[in-house]
């Protein structure tokens, strides 16, 4: 996982670095593959040259045979080395050095057959003199523009001793020697400079890539997740907390935000908009499955198009404070135990020796009935609430949901009267494990199921009951969900859902849900509603142990 977040970082480096054209330590082939497209196209052009020969004004060429076989060979040559640049055999350096002294031999026999520069060929020499100057800067590339420049003048000495041209055509070329001097000079420096910028570019290139895999070290110990995220909302770098808690997604350097965290995108663009450059938190329910408080922090001036997104994931806090309000509820429920149960039994017992009495009238009777019934269930209530205060450390073990959850469902199709086909079970992939502590995982199930027997439907044999488990895109957090075909419930009814005591029915205690809470909280999970597109209620379980 820190391997492949620092590559990304490495990655992002390397892209803004500056290459330099003529790196030694780059690809050249292509360069020297360029230059003899252009040997190509000289030869071809001067093969032209010598099939229309008979074209040309009459005493340009002195030696036509020369002239011409010099041409065809020219050409074979060229495209033998043409074939040797893209098999890259033999090495370089030699293709370099082969190419440049076999133009300058061909070009200066082909001046020679055509009579010295005045035809104006000799402006041909000027490439390969200058190329392994600009390609292999060195004193063999200097001395082979020395030589080809004595050789020229050489040439035209003798051309003119022959009487095949004027005096004037040696001053000539006396300048293009002098060009070709100042050229190879020019390219030579230019090429070296070149070649140190590259060597610096380089150099600073593999700084700025250390230093970037060393802020990715250090964001990789944080155990707070850290993005670093444009104004377009495209991910640039990432830490490894932050890579497990959006779920471990695959190729998210330069991704949007929103692909792999809708809700936290849609807190950002609020950020964006509302508050920046404040920073601002707010808890994020990631997926639906995952609480997770972001933090957000922009990066230099109001113009900067540069955040930060400090992600914390509050399950360990979460637990902290189930811990302290279990440990408050304990104290206050043993303290209302005490103090209620003693006058709670005087009314009880006292009630139920007033049923003894013969002189009771029936509305009497129904009185006594009714305060036998309340204290009954206030008693039933404070055992709750006892048991729930009781269980500070819950008993984890790892569960394999397939298998447990077809006990559960056996065991609950028989106890209900149910048949087969009224609950359902979805779990993919089958090997899913959690840890939760089994009593507890049976409670909850039972609870929200039972709550579907009794309230989903008036006629329990109409009820159909799903049992979905999975693990949603890019969060690492196992979901259970339990659904039902029922009316649903109320907007107004999930606003106080979970709370204590709050029930539409005469019978239940209203603590049924609020106890389911607080164990999947006690184990460190989460249990909320979600609302469905269609009719029905879904009680999600969020498992965070993946």
């Not at 082969?98 to 055509?114: G, M, N, R, V």
């Not at 350097?253 to 809708?262: H, I, N, R, T």
């Not at 009771?360 to 036998?372: F, G, P, V, Y």
Request: net charge negative.
């Amino acid at each position: 996982m820190q391997s492949r977040t620092r590559q990304a970082a490495t990655r992002i480096t390397y892209d803004i670095a500056p290459v330099a054209f003529f790196s030694t330590d780059g690809n050249p082939w292509s360069q020297l593959q360029l230059y003899n497209i252009y040997r190509l196209v000289l030869a071809g052009a001067l093969l032209l040259v010598a099939l229309t020969e008979h074209l040309l004004p009459k005493g340009i060429i002195i030696d036509s045979q020369l002239f011409n076989n010099v041409i065809a060979t020219f050409t074979v040559i060229v495209i033998l080395q043409n074939i040797a640049g893209y098999m890259k055999w033999p090495d370089y350096e030699k293709q370099i050095y082969l190419s440049s002294i076999t133009d300058i031999i061909a070009l200066l026999l082909i001046i020679y057959a055509s009579g010295g520069v005045s035809f104006g060929l000799g402006i041909l020499l000027v490439p390969p003199v200058i190329i392994p100057n600009l390609f292999r800067p060195g004193q063999f590339a200097l001395f082979i523009t020395a030589l080809t420049v004595i050789s020229l003048i050489t040439i035209e000495m003798q051309i003119q001793s022959q009487g095949h041209t004027q005096l004037s055509e040696l001053s000539m070329t006396g300048v293009l020697s002098l060009f070709m001097m100042i050229s190879s000079w020019v390219a030579m420096n230019w090429s070296g400079n070149a070649q140190h910028t590259a060597h610096l570019a380089k150099r600073w290139g593999l700084d700025l890539a250390s230093m970037s895999q060393l802020n990715q070290a250090v964001l990789d110990q944080l155990q707070t997740g850290v993005i670093v995220i444009r104004d377009s909302r495209h991910i640039q770098q990432m830490n490894t907390a932050a890579i497990e808690m959006l779920g471990n997604p695959e190729d998210w350097l330069d991704q949007p935000l929103g692909s792999f965290a809708p809700e936290l995108d849609a807190w950002y663009q609020h950020w964006s908009e509302k508050q920046r450059p404040k920073v601002a938190s707010f808890d994020v329910n990631h997926q639906g499955a995952m609480a997770v408080r972001a933090r957000f922090v922009q990066l230099g001036v109001r113009a900067s198009e540069t955040s930060l997104i400090y992600l914390q994931d509050t399950q360990e806090e979460r637990e902290k404070l189930q811990d302290l309000k279990l440990a408050s509820l304990g104290q206050l429920t043993a303290s209302i135990a005490h103090e209620i149960r003693n006058p709670l039994g005087a009314i009880s017992h006292a009630a139920q020796l007033l049923t003894e009495s013969d002189a009771l009238s029936k509305a009497d009777e129904r009185l006594t009935e009714i305060i036998i019934t309340n204290s009954i269930r206030t008693d039933s209530i404070i055992n709750t609430v006892l048991n729930l205060s009781r269980r500070k450390h819950p008993k984890r073990v790892s569960i394999p949901l397939k298998s447990w959850l077809n006990h559960f469902y056996e065991d609950f199709l028989a106890q209900n009267k149910l048949q087969d086909d009224q609950l359902s079970l979805f779990i993919d992939p089958e090997e899913l494990e959690i840890n939760f502590d089994p009593a507890h995982l049976h409670q909850i199930m039972w609870n929200l199921s039972q709550n579907a027997v009794k309230y989903a439907k008036e006629d329990k044999n109409k009820l159909s009951l799903l049992i979905q488990v999975g693990v949603p895109d890019h969060t690492k957090n196992v979901v259970l969900n339990v659904i039902d075909n029922g009316k649903g419930i109320s907007e107004e009814q999930q606003e106080r859902l979970f709370e204590p005591f709050n029930t539409t029915s005469t019978k239940g205690t209203g603590l049924g849900l609020f106890m389911c809470r607080e164990l999947s909280q006690a184990n460190g999970s989460t249990l909320e509603y979600v609302q469905l597109a269609s009719t029905g209620s879904c009680f999600r379980l969020s498992f965070a142990n993946r």
